[in-house]
Every structure is written in C-alpha cells, then in structure tokens.
C-alpha cells in the first residue's frame, strides 16, 4: 500500500476525468447532445452566453476524450455536425444523476451560502 507522500495526483482516475469533464460548459453540451446530433450553429444557439471560441474548445476537447464525434459534410459552407459516441452516452446517467442532486438541494445551497457569508461578512472587512 502507497503512503500519502508516495500519491500522484495526475493519476487519480477521478482528478483527471473530472479534471476534463467537470467544466459547465462540457456538461452543458453534452446534454444539448443527448437527443442527437447537432450542427456547431444549432450548440451555439442552445447556448448563447458560451463565445464561439469556448464552443469550439469545448468541443475539441470533448472529441479528444471520445465523448463525441465530429462529422464534417464538404459543402460551402461546411456542414460540422457533432454526436455523442457510446462512450459519452454512458456518461449521462450519472450527469442526470448530478443534475437531479444540484435541482433538488440548490435552494438549500443558496440558502447555506446567504447564512455563511452573513456570518463571514465582518471577516472579509
């Protein structure tokens, strides 16, 4: 068994998929896929406060990790169609999963966060 000091944390299976996956724009588009696949205008649509370059990032990097596919028609201009692989669709039950969690307790939060910073306003002063 590894000590404390002997850890990587580079290959902590959770840091590092979370790492990729954890940004609200990947969950984002990930569930704009779920129904199917989708143009890069029809995800800028869907998500109008991402800029074009943070789409475009988001996307590569969700093609990087097998999440989705990326399917370009020659035409003029060209068609780019995205999908979800198999890989990202098994990744929506558990995004499901956390998006019922955050709906169900975010009143809570948002009422646990106005209480703590009521108590803590003095100390940021």
């Not at 068994?1 to 299976?13: A, G, I, Q, T």
Request: hydrophobic share 35%; charged share 25%.
């Amino acid at each position: 068994m590894k000590h404390n000091h002997e850890f990587d944390p580079n290959l902590c299976p959770v840091r590092t998929i979370l790492a990729k996956i954890g940004d609200k724009w990947s969950i984002l588009l990930l569930h704009e896929l779920k129904p199917g696949q989708q143009r890069f205008s029809e995800l800028a649509r869907a998500l109008p406060d991402i800029s074009q370059r943070m789409l475009t990032a988001t996307l590569r990097k969700l093609e990087r990790d097998g999440l989705i596919s990326r399917h370009v028609t020659p035409s003029i201009p060209p068609r780019v169609d995205y999908k979800l692989t198999a890989l990202g669709h098994s990744l929506l039950a558990p995004l499901d999963s956390l998006s019922a969690w955050a709906a169900t307790h975010k009143a809570e939060i948002d009422t646990n966060r106005t209480t703590y910073d009521g108590q803590h306003a003095s100390l940021s002063r």
